[in-house]
């Protein structure tokens, strides 16, 4: 499965954004089931943020964000998170 997270970063945070996001995928590459991460920023507008990790499953997915060393590295930052579904099972691939 993938999450996804998208965010709305003034422009004047971007470079402490992206560190703590950094902190966050180290701590979240940690996690059992993880497979990947990475943090993008929209090409048109630059306030606008994606996390964007792959995981085993939703479960791995769920009991990672419930882990203390990332939830106390996620809440500061939820402020800005976009208000939207996030977790997408993947359907097909190639």
Known sequence: M???????????QSDGFAEQMGRILDALAASPGYRSG?????????TLWALVTEWDGAGHYR??????????????LSAMAVDEPGAYEVVTSR
């Open 38 to 46: 990475r943090l993008a920023r929209t090409v048109d507008e630059p």
């Open 63 to 76: 009991r990672a964000l419930g882990a203390y060393d990332v939830r106390v590295r996620f809440i500061p």
């Open 2 to 12: 993938i999450a996804i997270t998208r965010y709305r970063v003034p422009e004047e």
